[in-house]
């Protein structure tokens, strides 16, 4: 029989003492953010409306709605998406499927790691200096389009890596074994199986590309240009573009007398798109993990 | 018979070529980091190489990129500014950080630990402009009541957003640094009679340091290159702080706030690219040290 003496009572206070202390500062990193959050909506409401999202902005940008940058938003994730996708699947592919644990292999991660640390400005002087004026290509959606992905590729490269490792090599041995060749069972097998995870990090990129300013501030995106409202291709691929973020730090810094509804709403929807897009991610992350038959 | 051969090869080389791009793909990162280096270097390299005066960049808080008679590039301010908010932004993360790490790692309920990773998953993904539009929003006004402050964009500021900004990264990594400890440290633990809190605290911590450290370090490097929230948050004042109610400008503030008025290819516009290198470089040496941190572990 255990019988509680005095020590024991003691330790279990403290533990209980130190339980307490760490959930609170748990809590105090995440409810604040979360009353943010519900502030931001909060001053926002008066604003948003479907009209808020399909107008452009007018009056010097003090009115209106954001469909110009919205549209460059979706513009500039969407290329990026198109430039990082086939490299980004097919640098993981390597370093899951071929690569051998060697000194090459490790620089090669190395390099990964480092291209995620690399400041998001540094990647703007980058792009202004490589694309818009060393390749000629100007200012423009394209320009920033590739800065994006450049950025955005480490996030795509470690997610399919993941998806990639979570095969069962017996899958892999099994197709080998009936005479298949390396790229054909990855093709008929390896891909098909991490399509899902593959995915995952493909919508983790959308959100990453679409919340980010500062590489596009000098390779693409500019402060006002007025588009025909409604017209899903009104951009050009050389064409400079407006885009959320840009817009929004365009009136709540550079831009007097802006009503202040206006900001606010256009944090919430560029919140709102990021956070939708991670929460799919998510969802679809758990929805794998459930139905994985192995 | 010949017509297999035939399809055979045209099989064969099909996949050489495409083993070729994956190969291609799989070392571009190696490029694209020397070609950052590369493209950031080419553009400041030839005032680097003409007039820079390296002392005064280091040494001097004048930082007079357009005046018409005396132009003066000391960066010493700035990077007093990246150092201060970088500072503050740790002394407030590291603890929360390896806080909440912990308790998600140890003590709560296999349920509770899902939904607090998704929240920090979710938090990790709040653009950097919406950072900075909190910080110039709802933390302006909150330091001004709180500490009757003149202004509210200034170090304390963009240390609480930054501190914000890199708490994911520092929960994320030093949780997994604590999971990556062997079960059977744990059950030796228990096995002797060790409370939780002594588990952790005596035997996971410095079981998991490496990892740890690696966790503070690219959290470290987060907060030095971020750029949007900075700008946006800590006012613009190009000297050295007094103290943490004091407006200040970082390094990657400059570079945003400068580039777009420097004409291409001048003395400023290099100088800005010089910054470039200086942050590339810190950012560089930042994140090989926590690499190494980690493969430490690893070896063992």
């Known amino acids: 029989m255990f019988i509680r003496t005095h020590l024991t009572r003691r330790k279990k206070r403290h533990e209980l003492y130190v339980k307490y202390v760490l959930l609170l500062m748990t809590l105090l990193i995440i409810l ?104 000629g290509i100007g ?138 897009v991670n929460a799919l991610a998510i969802v679809l992350r758990i929805k794998i993990r459930s139905r994985k038959k192995w | 018979m010949k017509m297999r051969g035939m399809f055979h090869s045209r099989e064969l080389l099909k996949e050489w070529l495409i083993e070729k791009l994956i190969w291609i793909c799989g070392i571009s990162a190696i490029f694209f980091v020397f070609g950052i280096f590369f493209f950031v270097f080419r553009e400041g390299a030839d005032y680097l190489l003409r007039g820079f005066h390296i002392r005064e960049f280091f040494t001097s808080i004048e930082w007079y990129p357009t005046s018409r008679t005396q132009v003066r590039y000391g960066a010493l301010a700035l990077i007093t500014g990246t150092f201060s908010v970088t500072l503050l932004a740790m002394f407030i993360a590291v603890p929360f950080g390896l806080g909440t790490a912990i308790f998600i790692s140890e003590f709560c309920s296999p349920r509770a630990r899902e939904a607090l990773k998704i929240i920090i998953e979710l938090l990790a ?34 240390g609480i957003i930054l501190a914000l900004m890199s708490v994911p990264i520092i929960v994320s990594i030093g949780e997994d640094a604590l999971k990556a400890v062997p079960e059977s440290y744990r059950e030796a633990a228990t096995a002797l009679g060790c409370t939780r809190w002594q588990m952790t605290f005596r035997v996971l911590l410095p079981a998991a340091r490496n990892g740890l450290l690696a966790a503070v370090l690219l959290g470290v490097g987060r907060a030095a290159g971020e750029t949007m929230a900075v700008l946006m948050a800590t006012g613009h004042s190009i000297r050295i702080p007094g103290g943490v109610l004091e407006p200040v400008r970082t390094l990657t503030a400059t570079i945003a706030a400068e580039l777009g008025e420097a004409p291409v290819h001048s003395d400023h516009y290099q100088v800005l690219f010089i910054i470039g290198i200086l942050l590339f470089s810190i950012t560089f040496i930042v994140n090989l040290t926590a690499d190494l941190v980690v493969r430490g572990i690893r070896k063992k």
């Open chain 1, 139 to 276: 200012r423009s959606i394209l320009a920033a389009s590739m800065t994006l992905a450049i950025m955005t590729l480490p996030v795509l490269i470690a997610s399919t890596k993941e998806a990639l490792a979570a095969v069962p090599l017996a899958f892999r041995q099994a197709c080998w074994n009936v005479g298949a060749t390396r790229w054909q069972t990855i093709r008929e097998v390896v891909l098909p199986n991490s399509i899902s995870g593959i995915l995952t990090g493909i919508i983790l990129q959308v959100s990453r590309a679409a919340g980010e300013t500062a590489p596009i501030m000098f390779t693409g995106a500019v402060f006002y240009k007025a588009i025909q409202e409604g017209d899903l291709l009104a951009y050009g691929l050389l064409d400079q573009c407006m885009a959320l973020s840009m817009h929004l730090f365009t009136i709540s810094t550079q831009v007097p007398d802006v009503p202040a509804a206006l900001p606010y709403g256009t944090a919430v929807v560029l919140l709102g798109v990021v956070l939708l």
């Open chain 1, 32 to 135: 604040p953010l979360i009353l943010i959050v519900f502030y931001l909506i909060y001053q926002a409401a008066p604003i948003l409306s479907l009209d808020f999202l399909l107008k452009n902005p007018i009056r010097g940008m003090r009115d209106g709605g954001i469909w110009a940058p919205l549209l460059g938003t979706i513009y500039l994730v969407l290329i990026s998406l198109l430039i990082a996708t086939p490299i980004g699947v097919f640098a993981a592919v390597y370093l899951n499927e071929y690569a051998r644990e060697s000194w090459f292999t490790r620089v090669i991660n190395l390099a990964v790691v480092n291209l995620a640390g690399v400041p998001s400005i540094v990647h703007a002087l980058f792009g202004l200096g490589a694309f818009v004026l060393f390749a």
């Open chain 2, 125 to 158: 993904a709040i653009p950097s402009v919406v950072w900075g539009f909190i910080g110039l929003t709802v933390m302006n006004s909150l330091i001004i009541h709180l500490f009757n402050a003149p202004l509210g964009l200034n170090v304390l500021n963009g």
